[in-house]
């Protein structure tokens, strides 16, 4: 289960800290970077976190800032309970469906 309000519109949608405006990204539109953020030795084997930014820019001249961490665990496995989303200068409405990424 994801921790996350998932869109199923395949959207990431946020609301901007400074005038709340939503601003609605599509998937096929976002660049995600992914690289591996963080390892940790678990008892099955590695988990890694795989994190990206995504800066969105709003009409109002804030940038919202998205970090997309998606948990792998076991080793090739979507751990979707441990992903996580943080938003800076903003507010997470809802996020497209998280999948491991592909390098
Ligand atoms: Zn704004």
């Known amino acids: 289960m994801a921790n996350y309000s998932v ?14 405006k939503e601003i609605v990204e ?11 953020d963080s390892t940790n030795d678990r008892s099955m084997s590695v988990e890694k976190i795989h994190s990206a930014i995504i800066p ?3 009409d109002c001249g ?9 948990c792998e665990y076991p080793e090739g496995c979507h751990s979707e309970e441990n992903d996580s989303i943080d938003v800076d200068f903003g507010e997470l409405v809802s996020c497209f469906s998280l999948e491991l990424p592909k390098y």
């Open 62 to 70: 804030n940038e919202v800032q998205v970090t997309i961490s998606v």
């Open 7 to 20: 869109n199923q519109q395949g959207q990431l949608v946020v609301k901007c800290s400074e005038c709340e």
């Open 26 to 36: 599509h998937k096929e539109d976002i660049y995600m970077d992914f690289e591996v």
């Open 56 to 58: 969105i820019q709003c």
